[in-house]
T-cell receptor
Framework: AQKVTQAQTEISVVEKEDVTLDCVYE???????LFWYKQPPSGELVFLIR??????QNEISGRYSWNFQKSTSSFNFTITASQVVDSAVYFC????????????FGTGTRLKVLA | EADIYQTPRYLVIGTGKKITLECSQT?????MYWYQQDPGMELHLIHY???????EKGDLSSESTVSRIRTEHFPLTLESARPSHTSQYLC????????????FGPGTRLTVL
């Protein structure tokens, strides 16, 4: 069975602080894909990143960075120098062959960045 | 990045009415999906399609139905709306072959009174 756990329901930080959103997954597939999406108050889901299980290199995109560790089945997301516009719900998702590549979403983490 | 459009963005309707939520994409993606999401909560897959004339039910049971007559169009219909249908409905699409990244539309917030 596949599962994604986002244990942090809600996080509040003050602007310019760094914040890390945790994502832990379970799968028996040897090849799988992990995703992060942002859902601002307007409601749409915005794609942020996709990572496959064979690529454990960390990735940085501006203030965003992702740490993928197969040993701990984690795919954590860090926002550096957070801004009010980062306030949103962030979802982690898993896709693999055993689930016919349908997404398994975590329950989301609500991030509030206070001015 | 896909261009996906959903209409209406907001809909308030009375119990018993028939409604159709529209979803269209302009990227020629074969796969399309409908998710249901209560505010700030996890997403649940209710329908998906891998191509024209192909539709499947998702993991969450839903009283809605879908059709896929054209590649770009994937409407969702509720024959008789009820207050329990109040939710946000998100449409997504992705290219073949798997695995693929899903791109989402802006969503429809449905309120049934």
């Amino acid at each position: 069975a596949q599962k994604v756990t986002q244990a942090q329901t809600e996080i509040s930080v003050v602007e310019k602080e760094d914040v890390t959103l945790d994502c832990v997954y379970e799968t028996r597939d040897t090849t799988y894909y992990l995703f992060w999406y942002k859902q601002p108050p307007s409601g749409e889901l915005v794609f942020l990143i996709r990572r496959n299980s064979f690529d454990e290199q960390n990735e940085i995109s501006g203030r965003y960075s992702w740490n993928f560790q197969k040993s701990t089945s984690s795919f954590n997301f860090t926002i550096t120098a957070s801004q009010v516009v980062d306030s949103a719900v962030y979802f982690c998702a898993l896709s693999g062959r055993s689930g016919t590549y349908k997404y398994i979403f975590g329950t989301g983490t609500r991030l509030k960045v206070l001015a | 990045e896909a261009d996906i459009y959903q209409t209406p963005r907001y809909l308030v309707i009375g119990t018993g009415k028939k409604i159709t939520l529209e979803c269209s994409q302009t990227m020629g993606h074969d796969k399309m999906y409908w998710y249901q999401q209560d505010p700030g909560m996890e997403l649940h897959l209710i329908h998906y399609s891998y191509g024209v004339n192909s539709t499947e039910k998702g993991d969450l049971s839903s009283e809605s139905t879908v059709s896929r007559i054209r590649t770009e169009h994937f409407p969702l219909t509720l024959e008789s709306a009820r207050p329990s249908h109040t939710s946000q409905y998100l449409c997504a699409s992705s290219e073949k072959p798997s695995p693929d990244t899903q791109y989402f539309g802006p969503g429809t917030r449905l309120t049934v009174l």
